[in-house]
């Protein structure tokens, strides 16, 4: 018989103590300690080796000049925006981790991706629903496609040895798990989605996939505060980390990356739900872009990046008499210290008297931009608002705002001018430091080729003489 023992775990970042504490050393929160019963199992042999491997080779060091290295060979998936918050596809050997609020289509996008693989044998383990549902839903989802139908395996378990033994049969080529928080692990004794289920249940998939070169994919539910529930050392082991967002009452869900070892961090897929699953949208800007029969104040359209696409985002103001003595400033999809910053700048350089003004501004499609690059672009919507004068729904804005009133120059520049000229923008105003005297960049590149006019400015003041009179 094992030897067993308890400790204690706190909740929030996975500390373990032998005694309950008050207050958690690492993280610093309150009364999130509780009690779990451990035992330590002899993982002489991990349960997912096959029989005939009972002995592991022992790795040595290497010098980093003898290492033999090749570019990832990964696997491209027909969905695009996966592929493209990936990194380029799916490496092989790879551990992603995608969370999510409950019923916002987690479930939905790995049972679509294990049906739009044709060729590839895919194992998709759940511990949350029966195998009818499965198939129910497959059945929904695949009724919209028009290729080829691959034939995923289904398996319902939630027992991580049972689960490397069917491996072990259907040798599968990518493995999906349903979710990490109901998997169990007879080597721990306490309960299914407590810290040290969640991360046994991990470290064994993490060996297996890096042993035998499997990509597995875990779903992950979150906190009411929006993080993925389970210690913060289950986002520090795996490779990849999606976030899967949206409003459960809107259909465009947006998946974004939060960690990734093998591409950018910045990336973004947007979907959009429908009755038979998810359907990828290749052209955000034409649903972040309202149609509009007549100008508006308090709206202009900015250019902005998620890691390498350029995006046009509805930026809207309101400014209205503060009727309480108290201005009330409040921003949805962007940062409110940020906003604040501007409307000092405003005040200070340009003399807008905004202070006793109430002040709301709302980004447009329910994303949320941390791009100083609109910061023109909502400016130009604020001071719209105060003197009730449209901006031109043909004109869009790329700089960021300096405190001394001076548009500052932003990084590539000739993709967000792209992007407005293929959306049929007639004129784009950015910062003359990214267009020097001569029509040319210091980069060599002329913006004289594009059919969109280009405004360059360098400083605020400029802007509203050019939108204003």
Same mark, same amino acid.
């Given at each position: 018989?094992?030897?067993?023992?308890?400790?204690?775990?706190?909740?929030?970042?996975?500390? !373990?103590?032998?005694?309950?504490?008050?207050?958690?050393?690492?993280?610093?929160?309150?009364?999130? %300690?509780?009690?779990?019963?451990?035992?330590?199992?002899?993982?002489?042999?991990?349960?997912?080796?096959?029989?005939?491997?009972?002995?592991?080779?022992?790795?040595?060091?290497?010098?980093?000049?003898?290492?033999?290295?090749?570019?990832?060979?990964?696997?491209?998936?027909?969905?695009?925006?996966?592929?493209?918050? =990936?990194?380029?596809?799916?490496?092989?050997?790879?551990?992603?981790?995608?969370?999510?609020?409950?019923?916002?289509?987690?479930?939905?996008?790995?049972?679509?991706?294990?049906?739009?693989?044709?060729?590839?044998?895919?194992?998709?383990?759940?511990? !949350?629903?029966?195998?009818?549902?499965?198939?129910?839903?497959?059945?929904?989802?695949?009724?919209? %496609?028009?290729?080829?139908?691959?034939?995923?395996?289904?398996?319902?378990?939630?027992?991580?040895?049972?689960?490397?033994?069917?491996?072990?049969?259907?040798?599968?080529?990518?493995?999906?798990?349903?979710?990490?928080?109901?998997?169990?692990?007879?080597?721990?004794?306490?309960?299914?989605?407590?810290?040290?289920?969640?991360?046994?249940?991990?470290?064994?998939?993490?060996?297996?996939?890096?042993?035998?070169?499997?990509?597995?994919?875990?779903?992950?539910?979150?906190?009411?505060?929006?993080?993925?529930?389970?210690?913060?050392?289950?986002?520090?082991?795996?490779?990849?980390?999606?976030?899967?967002?949206?409003?459960?009452?809107?259909?465009?869900?947006?998946?974004?990356?939060?960690?990734?070892?093998?591409?950018?961090?910045?990336?973004?897929?947007?979907?959009?739900?429908?009755?038979?699953?998810?359907?990828?949208?290749?052209?955000?800007?034409?649903?972040?872009?309202?149609?509009?029969?007549?100008?508006?104040?308090?709206?202009?359209?900015?250019?902005?990046?998620?890691?390498?696409?350029?995006?046009?985002?509805?930026?809207?103001?309101?400014?209205?008499?503060?009727?309480?003595?108290?201005?009330?400033?409040?921003?949805?999809?962007?940062?409110?210290?940020?906003?604040?910053?501007?409307?000092?700048?405003?005040?200070?350089?340009?003399?807008?008297?905004?202070?006793?003004?109430?002040?709301?501004?709302?980004?447009?499609?329910?994303?949320?931009?941390?791009?100083?690059?609109?910061?023109?672009? =909502?400016?130009?919507?604020?001071?719209?608002?105060?003197?009730?004068?449209?901006?031109? %729904?043909?004109?869009?804005?790329?700089?960021?705002?300096? =405190?001394?009133?001076?548009?500052?120059?932003?990084?590539?520049?000739?993709?967000?001018?792209?992007?407005?000229?293929?959306?049929?923008?007639?004129?784009?105003?950015?910062?003359?430091?990214?267009?020097?005297?001569?029509?040319?960049?210091?980069?060599? =590149?002329?913006?004289?080729?594009?059919?969109?006019?280009?405004?360059?400015?360098?400083?605020?003041?400029?802007?509203?003489?050019?939108?204003?009179?």
């Amino acid at each position: 018989m094992a030897k067993t023992k308890s400790a204690y775990f706190c909740q929030s970042c996975g500390f !373990e103590t032998p005694k309950w504490l008050g207050k958690c050393p690492a993280c610093g929160q309150w009364n999130t %300690f509780v009690e779990e019963v451990i035992e330590k199992a002899n993982l002489a042999v991990p349960e997912w080796k096959p029989a005939t491997s009972s002995l592991q080779r022992a790795n040595k060091p290497v010098p980093v000049s003898e290492i033999v290295f090749s570019e990832e060979d990964r696997l491209i998936t027909p969905d695009k925006e996966l592929n493209r918050v =990936l990194g380029g596809g799916i490496v092989g050997g790879s551990l992603v981790l995608i969370g999510g609020e409950p019923g916002i289509g987690k479930s939905t996008l790995m049972l679509q991706l294990a049906l739009i693989m044709p060729g590839i044998k895919v194992l998709y383990v759940s511990g !949350e629903e029966s195998d009818r549902q499965i198939k129910m839903r497959s059945e929904r989802i695949s009724a919209s %496609f028009t290729g080829k139908i691959n034939n995923p395996y289904i398996l319902v378990e939630t027992s991580t040895q049972n689960i490397f033994k069917q491996i072990e049969i259907v040798q599968p080529d990518l493995v999906i798990i349903d979710s990490i928080q109901t998997l169990h692990s007879a080597h721990i004794e306490s309960t299914p989605g407590s810290v040290s289920q969640v991360r046994e249940c991990t470290a064994e998939l993490m060996r297996f996939a890096k042993e035998t070169a499997t990509p597995v994919f875990l779903i992950g539910h979150i906190t009411k505060d929006g993080a993925i529930a389970g210690p913060k050392i289950l986002e520090h082991m795996v490779d990849t980390v999606l976030q899967f967002e949206g409003d459960r009452h809107h259909v465009y869900r947006i998946l974004r990356t939060i960690k990734n070892r093998f591409g950018s961090s910045s990336e973004l897929g947007i979907y959009e739900m429908q009755g038979e699953g998810l359907r990828e949208v290749s052209n955000p800007s034409e649903i972040l872009l309202s149609q509009r029969d007549e100008a508006l104040s308090g709206i202009t359209i900015s250019a902005t990046l998620e890691g390498l696409r350029p995006m046009l985002i509805e930026t809207q103001a309101l400014v209205s008499a503060s009727p309480y003595g108290t201005p009330q400033r409040s921003a949805t999809g962007f940062d409110n210290k940020r906003m604040n910053m501007l409307l000092a700048v405003l005040e200070k350089r340009c003399g807008f008297r905004l202070s006793a003004k109430d002040v709301f501004l709302n980004i447009t499609g329910g994303i949320r931009v941390e791009d100083p690059a609109i910061d023109l672009g =909502l400016a130009a919507a604020i001071i719209s608002s105060h003197e009730d004068i449209p901006v031109s %729904f043909k004109t869009c804005f790329a700089g960021e705002l300096g =405190l001394s009133g001076e548009i500052r120059a932003v990084n590539r520049i000739e993709q967000r001018i792209t992007e407005a000229q293929k959306l049929g923008f007639e004129q784009i105003i950015i910062s003359k430091y990214n267009l020097p005297a001569g029509g040319k960049n210091k980069k060599g =590149l002329d913006f004289s080729r594009y059919n969109i006019e280009v405004k360059a400015v360098s400083r605020i003041e400029e802007v509203f003489q050019l939108l204003f009179g």
